[in-house]
Each structure stands twice: as structure tokens, then as C-alpha cells.
């Protein structure tokens, strides 16, 4: 195989240097009647028999598992070759491979470059004295290109990428893989019309759609150059003057957030204006930072990322657009992003605003995992019975150094499930990675999960809960939990989940988890001891399920919003998909590396 890439490459470069002696024809492709193709082509190859392909073919696919199905439905009529070699259909197919670029995929993935050199040398007649050697290349065209057509369009179906393989144990949904009856539609579809079945099956979703504008939009702006912002640690506030805001200007106005219309001189560029701040604030919602009243070092860190950082994430997220998920999506759904720590919960009715709340998630030592389930009951005022791991690591070992840490956090042990008096146990002689009780953590404000939980199956135990530790919701950085989703708006997510609610059902609620009522109904019925608690768990009705989907994406779109955002990658979870949609050239920089 080598040697026949070697070989036409050599024949290829001989025809370049005697074609410039020549008088120059009209390129195939450039025609479309289709007797000027055939002319051309039997003028170069009059001997040229189309059953003798068509028996090569025959032969040749007779073995292999892709090609033989859709041959031999056909009775091995080739789809690139008719009584001449289509180039027509050949250049079209190409132009699309290389466009191939617009969905953050290569060209080469599906050996544009390859098809394209086999195709231009056939074209140009080269081969006027060696059949033999053209219907060697005509059939490695046919073949190269159907496997192609095949790739492309099962993966843009389906993704290029099986995800399971890429997150392995920390990844649970489940996604849908080709069948033998997709198989089919496919062989059909590409022997009747190859550049619609390649068309046809790009993704069409709004988001998807985003990603591929942004991508060729971030393109053609890399073209007009980067200068990095050396400002050190300065901060900038509101009406400042500095050399450096002019060059945040400029950065902002490449990245897209600002469109200056009324800066008519340098002077007003060094300016931190109004508009301008707007401009940041509005870069840094789109990656996932905290608006500020000033500009500092994290923002200008971000502002100083090339362009390529951006792509990127975009590569990889279109990639996971791409994977086809079977689970249901309710009319209710609340949807996850670990990466951005954001929960969305929406409801197909129309009938109330999208919920959008932010989340704390697991460390990238204690990943959240990746998963789909139906959201199954809500538990007010949860026991959080603590897992053996973070009793061990964490609760024994601080036990040991303070002999009021349990006591104080209102847990309490357990032993084959009786009680055990804490004080009973000579907590010096412990050693924390032998410790095999059961701690419980009773009901309370204090408690780690706080006031209400929200339960569904999954694989992991981890669950959807309130927490006592509101700070950590005001960091950038919100990966802190040990693999459960902490949710900022637990109160609301609940009313969510069992809407419509009346006024007096919330004050129910909070009067269930120890909080006021709000509504003047509700103090009125409080103050008469008419206000019934709510059980500490509400069954979710099976005809209203709320679907749950807990997932990672880097580059996305939040309901009604027409911006794409960006967040970090805490876990690193693009670069296995862009190494597994690159592996040829991962396995070059490995080597570059050593």
C-alpha cells in the first residue's frame, strides 16, 4: 500500500512538470454536461471496460464486512464509477470532507487528501498507457470514498466517539449505536444520491448549529492576530485610565463582547467606561466567571487565552452533541452541567420561566459521574448516613484530633445497628482506615445534605441536596463536594418539582423544615396551629416524571439565550475526546514529548 501511495505520488509530480509544457484544458469539474465528462475520459482511456471494474470490485469487497452489504444489494454496481469515473460527484464529495472542518473533524479522517490525489490523476490522463494501473486507483476510489460516506455519516449520526469508552466507570448514559436496519437506510441512501445522504445527516440542533458559527467565526478572527495583555496584577476600575484597557478594548472586540460605536479616538480606547465594563461582564458570564465592578488578574488571565483555547472546547462539545442519548426527556427536565456547576430546570408547557440555579459538584478527585435517571421522591429534613470512605478519611481521623468533632456535628454511631456511645470508644487507638462503624448525621440545619434532598436511582448513591455551606456557591471554582450536586435554589428546584403549588403548599413546606411561612395565609394559619407539616417524603407522580440528566459540556446555551458559553474543563474530559478524534496526531506529539 506503501508503495502504490509512493508511486502515484511520483506520477502525480511527473504530470505537474510536463502539464505546464501543455496547452491548458478545461478542468472536469468544471462542466457539468455530462457527455463532455465522458468524452474526455474515453478520449484519455478507450480501452477502458466498466465489467472488468465492476468484477475487481466484486472480488476485492467479497471479504470485507463494510463494503460487501452494500455491494451486493446493488449487484456490485459501483457508486463513483459509471462508464467513466464521475468527478462531478467525485469534487463535490470532496468539498464537503473538507468541510469537514466546520464540525471540528478533519478532512483526513476520511482520506480527503487520498481520494482528491487519485481523482486528479485519473483526471488528468496520466495513467493514458497503464490500464491495469487505472482500474487499480478507480477501485481503490470506490472503495476509499463509500467507506467514507459511510464514517461521515455514522458519525455525525451517532459520533465518532463511543463516550463509555472515554469516561469508562463515571459515565452512565446511555447512548444509541448504529443497527444493521440504519445500515441499510444508509447503503440505499448513498447508492442513490451520495452527496444528499452526506448533507443530510449533519446535525441540525440550535446549539449544534451555534458551535459550527462560532467555530468559522473564531477562524477568520485568529487571521487578525493576538496581543497579549501584560498587566500584570493590576486592577482596573470604572473610569480608569491605562494603556493596558485600550488593549482589553481590542481583545474584547476579537472575542466578539464589544461593538464599539461611540469611541472616536485612542484616548477614549484607555478609558474603562461604561460600556466597556458591560463588554467584560459580558465575557465573563460567557465563561461561566462572576460579574465584578472592576477588572482584575483572574479576568485579565482569561482575556489573555488564545483563540485556539476556545476551538477547542468547541471540537469537543460538538463531538458530544453528536452522541445520540435514548433516555425519554419529560415535559419536566432538570438538566445538570458539571462542568459549568449550573442546573437548568425547564418545562416543556411554556407555562413558567426556566429555573437556572448554580451547583457545587464533585472534586476531580470525587468526579460527579455522568448519568440519566427520573427524579423519584423529595426528602425533607434528610439523615445523611455518611459513606464508609469519608468516614474513615475524614470523620474518624478529625474525631481523633477533637473528641467533640462527632458530638458537635449531631452524628451519632452505629454497630450492627444498635447505637454506641461515642465517649465509650478510645478514639487514640483508632485507626481511621480500620474504623467500621456507621455514622449517621441527624436531621438539622447543621446537616450536610441541609434541608431537602432530591432522590433518584442511579448506580453511584449520589443524590441532588441542599447544603448548609452557602459560601462555596460564590466561588468560580465550584468542583468541592464529594460526588453529589449541592443545589444553590433547593426551595425553588422543589417547588419545580411538584408544580403547580399553591401559595400556602410552600409555606407548608417551610414550615415542615422548621422555616417561616411567607404568605400572610400562612403566618395567619401558623399563629392558629392550622398549618399542617408536609411528610418529610413526597412521591413524585409516576404520570409527571421529571427526567434528570447530569452531564458535561464546556461550550453551551442556556434556555431563551442566543450567546454560547464556555466553561473550564475541571475534570480534562475534552482532551480524551479530542485525543480519540485525533489519534494520530496524539501519538506524534507522545512521540515529540519523549
Known amino acids: 500500500m506503501k508503495y502504490f501511495i509512493w508511486f502515484i505520488t511520483f506520477l502525480i509530480f511527473s504530470f505537474l512538470i510536463t502539464s505546464c509544457k501543455r496547452k491548458e484544458h478545461t478542468k472536469v469539474s468544471e462542466s457539468d454536461k455530462k457527455e463532455v465528462l465522458q468524452s474526455k475520459f474515453a478520449q484519455n482511456y478507450p480501452e477502458f471496460d466498466f465489467r472488468v471494474l465492476q468484477e475487481s470490485l466484486k472480488a476485492h469487497t467479497d471479504q470485507d464486512s463494510i463494503l460487501k ?3 451486493t444489494v446493488t449487484g456490485f454496481n459501483p457508486v463513483w464509477i459509471h462508464d467513466t469515473l464521475d468527478t462531478k460527484r467525485l469534487y463535490t464529495f470532496i468539498d464537503i470532507l473538507n468541510q469537514a472542518e466546520e464540525h471540528g473533524l478533519s478532512p483526513e479522517m476520511f482520506s480527503s487528501s487520498k481520494i482528491k490525489s487519485m481523482t486528479d490523476a485519473i483526471d488528468s490522463g496520466i495513467f493514458v498507457n497503464n490500464l491495469d494501473t487505472v ?7 470506490e472503495e476509499t470514498s463509500t467507506k467514507s460516506a459511510i464514517r461521515y455519516i455514522t458519525g455525525m449520526k451517532y459520533g465518532f466517539v463511543n463516550p463509555r469508552n ?4 463515571d459515565y452512565d448514559i446511555i447512548t444509541s449505536v448504529p443497527d444493521s436496519l440504519f445500515y441499510e437506510d444508509v447503503y440505499t441512501e448513498i447508492m442513490k444520491d451520495p452527496i ?6 449533519q446535525p441540525t440542533e440550535e446549539v449544534y448549529l451555534k458551535l459550527s458559527e462560532e467555530y468559522k467565526l473564531l477562524k477568520k478572527r485568529k487571521e487578525a492576530g493576538f496581543k497579549e495583555i501584560a498587566s500584570g496584577d493590576a486592577t482596573y476600575k470604572l473610569g480608569d ?13 476579537l472575542t466578539g463582547e464589544y461593538a464599539p460605536d461611540s469611541i472616536s479616538s485612542d484616548s477614549l480606547q484607555m478609558r474603562l467606561d461604561e460600556e466597556l465594563l458591560v463588554a467584560i461582564n459580558t465575557f465573563r458570564r460567557r465563561n461561566s466567571y462572576p460579574e465584578e465592578a472592576e477588572i482584575g488578574k483572574l479576568t485579565i488571565s482569561a482575556l489573555n487565552r488564545p483563540l485556539d483555547y476556545y476551538q477547542a472546547k468547541i471540537r469537543a462539545n460538538m463531538e458530544r452533541y453528536r452522541w445520540r442519548r435514548t433516555k425519554t426527556r419529560r415535559n419536566k427536565h432538570i438538566e445538570v452541567n458539571v462542568a459549568a456547576a449550573m442546573l437548568v430546570a425547564s418545562n416543556t408547557s411554556g407555562d413558567s420561566l426556566p429555573l437556572v440555579s448554580r451547583v457545587c459538584v464533585g472534586s476531580v478527585k470525587n468526579k460527579t459521574p455522568l448519568l440519566q435517571s427520573d427524579i423519584s421522591y423529595i426528602n425533607l429534613n434528610p439523615v445523611w448516613n455518611i459513606p464508609t470512605s469519608i468516614a474513615q478519611k475524614e470523620v474518624a481521623v478529625l474525631q481523633k484530633k477533637d473528641p467533640t468533632y462527632i458530638e458537635r456535628h449531631n452524628m451519632k454511631l452505629y454497630k450492627r445497628g444498635k447505637e454506641v456511645d461515642v465517649s465509650s470508644i478510645d478514639w487514640k487507638n483508632v485507626d481511621p482506615s480500620k474504623f467500621s462503624y456507621t455514622i449517621k448525621q441527624d436531621p438539622g440545619g447543621g ?3 441541609g434541608l431537602i434532598k432530591f432522590m433518584f436511582n442511579n448506580a453511584f448513591s449520589v443524590y441532588l441536596h441542599d447544603t448548609p455551606s452557602k459560601l462555596a456557591f460564590n466561588r468560580k471554582d465550584r468542583a468541592v463536594s464529594h460526588g453529589c450536586v449541592r443545589v444553590q435554589k433547593p426551595f425553588e428546584l422543589a417547588f419545580f418539582c411538584v408544580s403547580p403549588v399553591t401559595e400556602i403548599y410552600k409555606d407548608r413546606l ?6 417561616q411561612p411567607i404568605s400572610d395565609d400562612g403566618k395567619k394559619l401558623l399563629k392558629e396551629q392550622k398549618l399542617k407539616k408536609l411528610p418529610d417524603i413526597i412521591n413524585i407522580d409516576k404520570e409527571d416524571k421529571i427526567s434528570l440528566s447530569i452531564d458535561y459540556y464546556t461550550a453551551f446555551m442556556y434556555p431563551d439565550d442566543k450567546l454560547l458559553y464556555y466553561a473550564d474543563d475541571t475534570y480534562e474530559y475534552d482532551q480524551l475526546i479530542l485525543d480519540a478524534l485525533n489519534p494520530k496526531q496524539t501519538t506524534e506529539k507522545k512521540r515529540e514529548d519523549k
Do not use: E, F, G
Open 69 to 71: 452489504p452494500i455491494y
Open 135 to 141: 482500474y487499480k486507483i478507480m477501485l481503490d476510489i
Open 166 to 169: 472515554l469516561y469508562q466507570k
Open 196 to 201: 444528499s445522504a452526506l448533507l443530510n445527516s
Open 241 to 253: 485610565k491605562n494603556k493596558h484597557i485600550k488593549d482589553i478594548a481590542n481583545r474584547l472586540i
Open 447 to 449: 446537616n450536610s445534605l
Open 510 to 515: 417551610y414550615h415542615s423544615i422548621n422555616k
